[in-house]
């Protein structure tokens, strides 16, 4: 069975990093939102979507959080992100966030479609 059928309902996670210059932090995050968006209804997934501006290095983020809570709950079958580095950079947070998607059986999507299956 190809990975994508699996996917029923995805966590759509968007950040943004604090504004640079001549960027604005909504219009990025609208652009990424329409993007991923797309995907989900192109492949008919129920989604839930969590969006912050924030640096990855802070694991205090309060959408992240919230995500994190519920694929531990197993609402998930995937999380679709623009990619990882959107999702973290902190080297210690990215081992425990790919350990739950692993642990659970929880794909990653980027933007590109790439699904990546953890336990393989």
Known sequence: MELKNKIKRVAIYLRKSRNKEGEEAEETLAKHRKRLLDIAHKNNWQYEIFQ???SSMDEMRPEYQRMMNK?????????LSVNLARVTRDDAETPKFMNLLRQDDI?????SERVYDLEV
């Open 52 to 54: 912050e501006v924030g």
């Open 71 to 79: 694929l531990t709950d197993g609402i998930f079958d995937a999380v």
């Open 107 to 111: 794909l990653f999507v980027t933007d």
